[in-house]
């Protein structure tokens, strides 16, 4: 099946950017979509179709795919942006669909 | 609005088969481009995929879990029915239903809260 790979934990700063990645085989050839999960809470959709947002989102919340990377960019983060975020592709060639491992991300 | 809920055993016991139902309002699985999944997560641990079913009643399934799973729906209830067969104590886990409006390759936009289900004899 198809690997996506995410770093288990990022921390940044408050006002700072974070960057979470999402590594995969060729991910740039797919449409990556990330989801914001807080604790004891269902995930919600932050980015979809690589860049996308849904409305509601933030503009701090914005998204790019290529090559082997798709990168989740959550600037001017704030402390309610602490959560675990999760990358999902849907991988044609086998018909299954792939989350990433997830990345906590601790505002400091 | 759309809206999702899951429902089921809190509880099985190992071996036994876990039925789970998603029951879903605000859209309908009669209507082209749409698809209702199952997602579960141990605690602790990642989102996993387990299985999807779209407008058309075509079925997919996590390749790990697939001879244990079974997804089927009742347009008439607009439900989705999930059943896992064999159940152990690593699928423990809280599990949940979402909604895809398009191909199976676009976002999923609604969850439902999801359900603790607990495998202990």
């Known amino acids: 099946s198809y690997v996506l790979t995410q770093p288990p934990s990022v921390s940044v700063a408050p006002g700072q950017t974070a960057r979470l990645t999402c590594g995969g085989n060729n991910i740039g050839s797919k449409s990556v979509h990330w989801y914001q999960q807080k604790p004891g809470q269902a995930p919600v959709l932050v980015v979809f179709d690589d860049y996308d947002r849904p409305s509601g989102i933030p503009e701090r919340f914005s998204g790019s795919n290529s090559g082997n990377t798709a990168t989740l960019t959550i600037s001017w983060v704030e402390a309610g942006d602490e959560a675990d975020y999760y990358c999902?592709?849907?991988?044609?060639?086998?018909?299954?669909?792939?989350f990433g491992g997830g990345t906590k991300l601790t505002v400091l | 609005q759309v809206t999702l809920r899951e429902s089921g055993p809190a509880m099985v016991k190992p071996t036994q088969t876990l039925t789970l139902t998603c029951t879903f309002s605000?859209?309908?699985?009669?209507?082209?481009?749409?698809?209702v999944s199952w997602i579960r997560q141990p605690p602790g641990k990642a989102l996993e995929w387990l299985a999807l079913i779209d407008w058309d009643d075509d079925k997919y399934y996590s390749t790990s879990l697939k001879t244990r799973l079974t997804i089927s729906k009742d347009t008439s209830k607009n439900q989705v029915v999930l059943t896992m067969t064999d159940m152990d104590p690593v699928d423990t886990a809280t599990y949940y239903c979402?909604?895809?409006?398009?191909?199976?390759?676009?976002?999923?936009?609604?969850w439902g809260q999801g359900t603790l289900v607990t495998v202990s004899s």
């Open positions: 999902q592709v849907w991988h044609s060639s086998s018909d299954h669909l792939g």
């Open positions: 605000g859209f309908s699985l009669t209507t082209s481009a749409m698809c």
């Open positions: 979402a909604r895809i409006r398009g191909t199976r390759m676009a976002p999923f936009d609604f």
